[in-house]
């Protein structure tokens, strides 16, 4: 039998009672252990967290059992958390690594298994690559060293650790919560039934702001919603937002560590948008300096804000994998991707819903502008940017199809533009002239094409994510 287990563009994800099995985590968490061991980390220990999907709590239970029996201390979260606060566990107790247990945006039927490096990071495809190794190994050999979690806990091998306090005590180290609760914002919160719930809730109530939270509660099939925070997804906070005249909206995705938000009219920022936002907030109104960070799903409005301000942006493959190193080495004001997926200098190298969301809302405070004015303030500094994705289910046996057919016909020009430059290093990202572009590449966790264009026409947009979706064949 073929091994299953195979590291994507940020951990293992598969469907739930299929691949995603209690014996396939227990080889995962092995492959993990032996990982550790062979680079000298294992004396560190391992946090581990999980989020809120069918039986998460279980499958993080069964990793720390594994974990435990290697000599392995294991840090285990008392209860379903962020994703991020796996790479803050990791950087708190300086633990070898860490693990979530979770599908981040997924459909229900999905889980993962994500694993983190030593600096809270993602881990690289190097890293990616010796894990998957080490549970090669464990799969073919059907070996696994485990013991109950009830033994583990008692021997004090297992031991829970809320991360709860020290969380949102960095959290008010960053930002100054105490004046956004006095702001008087009106703010509506979908945590589309994710781990993020209750999070700006606690953070901003007690003073003028008010905090109205929709899908907080705990259901594992996601009713209705898929948990990426994007504007199909949004249907329910863009009403509520228009119905209860909030000044904004934020939704974070199933494992909070995406964010997606919605301006007083009820109209979607794309990610695109907000990131750019977010660099505007960073380099002008708290004055920071330092590179940016994107990938090359990423707005071009980046390189416009560092020509701006004088600082560098790096460009990486998609994946914060990818981001984080770049961020480390660099000390990065702010890496981010196509997602809504953005980390902040002083935090974690990891993306985080929660600051991105209170640093959205203090860049509205500070500047006493709603989130349309935000944007054409942006646009006021920049130029019209405009942005969209199609994604595309296709057959597997489809797949070198698709690039054959893309790589052979390369157009000279698009929309009668030049096509300036052209990227491969992710997919086939086409640079135009005026720096807008093209991108068509492969999803790194499901079986999806994506095609992906900005330009600084709504109409223009179509008509390019019309000609990817003809280039491909799809």
């Known amino acids: 039998m073929n091994n299953p287990i195979k590291f994507g563009t940020d951990g293992w994800r598969a469907v739930i009672a299929d691949d995603f099995t209690f014996v396939n985590v227990r080889f995962c968490a092995q492959g993990a252990a032996d990982y550790l061991k062979q680079k000298g980390l294992a004396d560190r220990g391992v946090y581990i967290g999980y989020d809120r999907r069918f039986a998460s709590e279980d499958f993080a239970a069964a990793a720390a059992e594994v974990i435990a029996a290697n000599g392995i201390h294991v840090f285990l979260s008392p209860k379903a958390i962020p994703t991020p606060f796996v790479s803050f566990g990791v950087i708190s107790k300086k633990t070898g690594g860490g693990i979530a247990i979770t599908a981040s945006h997924n459909p229900a039927r999905w889980n993962g298994f994500k694993f983190r490096e030593e600096t809270g990071a993602s881990v690289s495809s190097e890293t990616s690559i010796e894990v998957e190794k080490h549970v090669d190994r464990a799969f073919n050999a059907n070996k696994v060293k485990s013991m109950p979690l009830a033994q583990a806990l008692q021997d004090k091998s297992v031991e829970y650790f809320d991360l709860t306090l020290s969380y949102l005590a960095n959290i008010n180290k960053l930002i100054d919560i105490d004046q956004l609760r006095r702001a008087g914002l009106k703010i509506a919160v979908d945590s589309m039934y994710g781990v993020g719930s209750g999070y700006f809730k606690t953070l901003l109530s007690g003073s003028s702001t008010n905090v109205i939270e929709i899908n907080s509660e705990r259901n594992p ?10 504007a199909p997804n949004l249907q329910k906070l863009l009403s509520l937002v228009t119905e209860q005249k909030a000044d904004v909206g934020l939704a974070t995705d199933g494992d909070a560590d995406r964010i997606g938000i919605i301006d007083e009219k009820g109209v979607f920022l794309t990610q695109l948008q907000v990131f750019a936002l977010l660099c505007l907030y960073l380099l002008e109104v708290r004055g920071e300096r330092g590179p940016l960070v994107k990938t090359i799903t990423s707005t071009a409005m980046l390189d416009r804000l560092g020509e701006l301000y004088k600082v560098p942006v790096f460009e990486t493959p998609v994946g914060f994998k990818y981001v984080a190193p770049v ?18 200098r002083g935090h974690i190298p990891e993306r985080d819903a929660i600051p991105a969301g209170l640093y959205f809302l203090d860049f509205m405070v500070k500047t006493g502008k709603t989130p349309s004015q935000l944007l054409s303030y942006l646009y006021s500094k920049v130029g019209e940017h405009y942005y969209d994705r199609i994604d595309l289910h296709f057959p597997e046996e489809k797949r070198q199809a698709i690039i054959k057919r893309v790589r052979e016909g390369e157009p000279k020009s698009i929309e009668n533009i030049k096509v300036a430059r052209v990227d491969t290093q992710d997919g086939f990202r086409f640079i135009l002239a005026d720096n807008s572009w093209l991108l068509i590449r492969f999803s790194g966790t499901e079986p999806i094409l994506r ?24």
């Open 451 to 474: 095609i992906y264009a900005e330009t600084g026409d709504t109409e223009r947009l179509k008509r390019m994510l019309q000609f990817g979706r003809e280039l491909a064949g799809v």
């Open 221 to 230: 099939a996601f009713p209705g919603i898929n948990p990426e925070p994007i």
């Open 327 to 344: 961020m480390i080495a660099q000390n990065a004001l702010i890496g981010g991707e196509e997602s809504g997926g953005y980390g902040f």
